[in-house]
């Protein structure tokens, strides 16, 4: 943990001691097995946007990236709903979160629809 940051309260719950190494870890498991299981065309684009000083501007990288025509998406449900909140006003994080919350539900709807039918119902 941090003991620099303004809400770190002490080492109160041991549980929570290795909590960050422990986060750190998985991730280098990951990008361990990533760089393992990519060919030598692929390239790989780690970044953080927490933790480095002040925030003076937003880059959405998705958005510079399809801008370029580095990017394109397959059109779905999900990319149309997160399209039309971006153009109605929503920022693209609030964006994500609504539709991340919406296709939450969805799925849990679906999930007690499955069990209680008889057919089988695929998901998107």
């Known amino acids: 943990m941090n003991k620099n940051h ?7 719950d041991p549980k929570y001691k290795n909590a960050i190494l422990n986060i750190y870890k998985k991730v280098d498991e990951f990008l361990n097995w990533l760089l393992e299981n990519i060919n030598n065309n692929t390239t790989i684009i780690l970044m953080s ?10 880059l959405y990288s998705n958005n510079w990236l399809k801008s370029k025509e580095h990017l394109s998406y397959k059109r779905n449900p999900v990319r149309i709903i997160g399209t039309v909140l971006i153009k109605s ?15 939450g539900k969805f799925y849990d709807f679906l999930d007690a629809v499955k069990r209680r039918s008889p057919f089988t119902i695929r998901a998107l």
């Open 6 to 12: 303004h809400l770190y309260k002490g080492e109160s």
């Open 49 to 58: 946007d927490y933790g480095f000083g002040p925030l003076h501007k937003n």
């Open 89 to 103: 006003g929503f920022s693209p994080g609030n964006s994500c979160e609504l539709v991340i919350d919406f296709v």
